[in-house]
C-alpha cells in the first residue's frame, strides 16, 4: 500500500466509527467514500450520491435506499478535492456535485474523509473549480462565466475526446478562481448565471473534517478552523 493509499485508508477507518446501527447515512463518491464504505458493515442503511457508489454499496451489502423526502439523513460521509480555512471545499473532481450536494443538505451532520495533502491556505490553490451546467447553449454559458471565473473549460473523458456527462446528463466546465476571489462572494454570482447547475464550492456544509496521514494518523478539522 502506498503512502496515499495509507492516508485514505486511515481517514476512512476514522469515518467508519461514526456510524451506529441505528444511523441513516448519506455517502457521497469517490476513492475515500469507498473504502469507508468497506469498513460499513451490512446492512447499514445509506443514500448514495452516484451511480459508481451505488454499484460499490449494494455489492459490500449496504442497504440503499432512495432520498424520497420522508426522513432525515442522521450523517453525511462524503470527500474533497480541496479542504480550506473554516471548512470550505472544493469538491466535483468525480463530477457528482449536484447529487453530493442534495444529500449533503438532507443531513443533520456531513463528515468530510480526505487525505490531509488536500488542506490548503486558500480553495483553488491547487484545484480547478467544477461547474455543473445544462448542455443546451453551454457555450455560451461559459462565456457569461467568463465576467466571473476566466478560462473556464469543457471537462472531456480524455483530452480532445467527448465532453464528460454526469448522472444527471449535464456537462461539467472546470475554471481556475482567481487568487484575490472570496468564496461566497463566488458562489453567489455563479448562483445567478442562467444554465448553471450547480457549482463545487461546498461552503458553511461540513461540521467536521476527518484528513488521514501518510503514517496512519487522522488530523481532526472542525468547522470554525482556520488555516
Given at each position: 500500500?502506498n503512502a496515499?493509499?495509507?492516508?485514505?485508508?486511515?481517514?476512512?477507518?476514522a469515518?467508519?466509527?461514526?456510524?451506529?446501527p441505528?444511523?441513516?447515512?448519506?455517502?457521497?463518491?469517490?476513492?475515500?467514500?469507498?473504502?469507508?464504505i468497506?469498513?460499513?458493515?451490512a446492512?447499514?442503511?445509506a443514500?448514495?450520491?452516484?451511480?459508481?457508489?451505488?454499484?460499490?454499496?449494494?455489492?459490500?451489502?449496504?442497504?440503499?435506499?432512495?432520498?424520497?423526502?420522508?426522513?432525515?439523513?442522521d450523517l453525511?460521509?462524503?470527500?474533497a478535492d480541496?479542504?480550506?480555512?473554516?471548512?470550505?471545499?472544493?469538491k466535483g473532481?468525480?463530477?457528482?456535485?449536484?447529487?453530493?450536494?442534495?444529500?449533503?443538505?438532507?443531513?443533520?451532520?456531513f463528515v468530510?474523509?480526505a487525505?490531509?495533502?488536500?488542506?490548503?491556505?486558500?480553495?483553488g490553490e491547487?484545484?480547478r473549480?467544477?461547474?455543473e451546467?445544462?448542455?443546451?447553449?453551454?457555450?455560451?454559458?461559459?462565456?457569461?462565466l467568463?465576467?466571473?471565473?476566466?478560462?473556464a473549460?469543457?471537462?472531456?473523458l480524455?483530452?480532445?475526446s467527448?465532453?464528460?456527462?454526469?448522472?444527471?446528463?449535464?456537462y461539467?466546465?472546470?475554471?481556475p478562481i482567481?487568487?484575490?476571489a472570496?468564496?461566497?462572494?463566488?458562489?453567489?454570482?455563479?448562483?445567478?448565471?442562467p444554465?448553471?447547475?450547480?457549482?463545487g464550492?461546498?461552503?458553511?456544509?461540513?461540521?467536521l473534517?476527518l484528513?488521514g496521514?501518510?503514517?496512519?494518523?487522522?488530523?481532526?478539522?472542525?468547522?470554525?478552523y482556520?488555516?
Amino acid at each position: 500500500m502506498n503512502a496515499r493509499s495509507e492516508a485514505r485508508e486511515a481517514a476512512a477507518a476514522a469515518a467508519a466509527e461514526l456510524v451506529t446501527p441505528e444511523m441513516t447515512i448519506g455517502l457521497g463518491s469517490g476513492r475515500a467514500v469507498w473504502a469507508t464504505i468497506a469498513r460499513l458493515p451490512a446492512g447499514t442503511r445509506a443514500v448514495v450520491a452516484s451511480d459508481r457508489t451505488r454499484e460499490i454499496a449494494l455489492s459490500g451489502g449496504i442497504d440503499v435506499l432512495e432520498l424520497d423526502g420522508s426522513f432525515e439523513l442522521d450523517l453525511a460521509i462524503d470527500g474533497a478535492d480541496e479542504v480550506g480555512p473554516e471548512l470550505g471545499l472544493i469538491k466535483g473532481g468525480g463530477g457528482a456535485l449536484l447529487r453530493e450536494k442534495i444529500v449533503i443538505s438532507a443531513a443533520r451532520e456531513f463528515v468530510v474523509v480526505a487525505e490531509a495533502s488536500k488542506k490548503v491556505d486558500r480553495l483553488g490553490e491547487g484545484f480547478r473549480l467544477p461547474i455543473e451546467v445544462v448542455r443546451f447553449a453551454w457555450q455560451d454559458t461559459r462565456r457569461r462565466l467568463g465576467s466571473v471565473v476566466p478560462d473556464a473549460e469543457l471537462r472531456t473523458l480524455t483530452e480532445g475526446s467527448d465532453p464528460f456527462v454526469t448522472d444527471e446528463g449535464h456537462y461539467i466546465l472546470d475554471a481556475p478562481i482567481p487568487a484575490e476571489a472570496d468564496a461566497r462572494d463566488l458562489a453567489s454570482a455563479l448562483e445567478t448565471i442562467p444554465g448553471v447547475v450547480e457549482h463545487g464550492l461546498f461552503l458553511d456544509m461540513a461540521t467536521l473534517a476527518l484528513l488521514g496521514r501518510e503514517d496512519g494518523g487522522v488530523e481532526r478539522l472542525e468547522r470554525g478552523y482556520q488555516a
